[in-house]
């Protein structure tokens, strides 16, 4: 265990392995990361649809049919974003 004691001795916080010509990765390592990164493309799909909601919501601003319309297209999200403006 090289590499520990090489992290621990060093206080590192990151560390980068290269796997490169491995014949054969550990089946739970290698789906922990696609978990991983699946995680992170679905966070990043929820940030984008939430700011195009805000778009969306915003550029109808004087226009009632459009207004409608774009408020569907949040509910079809599942978005609960109301914007609020002072008047």
């Given at each position: 265990?090289?590499?520990?004691?090489?992290?621990?001795?060093?206080?590192?916080?990151?560390?980068?392995?290269?796997?490169?010509?491995?014949?054969?990765?550990?089946?739970m390592?290698?789906?922990?990361?696609?978990?991983?990164?699946?995680?992170?493309?679905?966070?990043?799909?929820?940030?984008?649809?939430?700011?195009?909601?805000?778009?969306?919501?915003?550029?109808?601003?004087?226009?009632?049919?459009?207004?409608?319309?774009?408020?569907?297209?949040?509910?079809?999200?599942?978005?609960?974003?109301?914007?609020?403006?002072?008047?």
């Amino acid at each position: 265990m090289q590499i520990l004691d090489a992290i621990r001795d060093q206080d590192a916080r990151v560390v980068v392995l290269d796997i490169t010509g491995v014949a054969a990765v550990d089946s739970m390592v290698a789906n922990h990361r696609k978990q991983e990164t699946v995680a992170e493309t679905n966070a990043k799909a929820l940030a984008i649809l939430e700011d195009t909601t805000t778009v969306l919501l915003r550029s109808a601003e004087g226009n009632n049919d459009v207004a409608l319309h774009y408020q569907r297209i949040a509910q079809a999200l599942n978005s609960s974003k109301v914007l609020l403006r002072s008047l």
